[in-house]
T-cell receptor, first 114, second 115 residues
Framework: AQKVTQAQTEISVVEKEDVTLDCVYETRDTTYYLFWYKQPPSGELVFLIRRNSFDEQNEISGRYSWNFQKSTSSFNFTITASQVVDSAVYFCALRKTSYDKVIFGPGTSLSVIP | DVKVTQSSRYLVKRTGEKVFLECVQDMDHENMFWYRQDPGLGLRLIYFSYDVKMKEKGDIPEGYSVSREKKERFSLILESASTNQTSMYLC??????????????FGSGTQLSVL
């Protein structure tokens, strides 16, 4: 069975602090895809990143970075120098193939305090 | 700009009513999905569709049905609404390109309250 765990329900940080959101996944498949989505207060989820299981390179996009480690089945997301606009609920997700359903984690609510 | 539109942002219905939630996408996507979002549970898949007139059950289909008569429209139907169906409902769509993984595009959601 596939499962995504985000152990942190809520996180609060002060603006400019770095913060890491944890994601641990379970799957028996060798080929799979991992995602992060952001849900701001407006409600519409926005795609942030996709990573396939064969690509363990870490990725950086501006203040965002992602650390994918197959050995620990983790796909963690770090925001450097957090800003108030980063306040949102962040979801980690897993999918087996292009024709399979996406499994979402419970989400982590991040509050960045000015 | 890509767009997934859900017909209502807020909806209040009474127990036993038949409820229709509409979703339209303008991106010619094959795949469409209905999720419900509840605090602490994340997003749970209700139904999805990979083509017109085609539907597949997700993880929590009980009490729901769907209709996809046209490619751009995917409707979620609550045959007899119950209070435990009070939730945020999210529609999403995605484009399938062989060998290329797709991402989901979401609507803004419909907050349904069943009284």
């Amino acid at each position: 069975a596939q499962k995504v765990t985000q152990a942190q329900t809520e996180i609060s940080v002060v603006e400019k602090e770095d913060v890491t959101l944890d994601c641990v996944y379970e799957t028996r498949d060798t080929t799979y895809y991992l995602f992060w989505y952001k849900q701001p207060p407006s409600g519409e989820l926005v795609f942030l990143i996709r990573r396939n299981s064969f690509d363990e390179q870490n990725e950086i996009s501006g203040r965002y970075s992602w650390n994918f480690q197959k050995s620990t089945s983790s796909f963690n997301f770090t925001i450097t120098a957090s800003q108030v606009v980063d306040s949102a609920v962040y979801f980690c997700a897993l999918r087996k193939t292009s024709y399979d359903k996406v499994i979402f984690g419970p989400g982590t609510s991040l509050s960045v305090i000015p | 700009d890509v767009k997934v539109t859900q017909s209502s942002r807020y909806l209040v219905k009474r127990t036993g009513e038949k409820v229709f939630l509409e979703c339209v996408q303008d991106m010619d996507h094959e795949n469409m999905f209905w999720y419900r979002q509840d605090p602490g549970l994340g997003l749970r898949l209700i139904y999805f569709s990979y083509d017109v007139k085609m539907k597949e059950k997700g993880d929590i289909p009980e009490g729901y049905s769907v209709s996809r008569e046209k490619k751009e429209r995917f409707s979620l139907i609550l045959e007899s609404a119950s209070t435990n169906q009070t939730s945020m409902y999210l529609c999403a769509s995605s484009l399938v390109v062989y060998g290329t993984d797709e991402k989901l595009f979401f609507g803004s959601g419909t907050q349904l309250s069943v009284l």
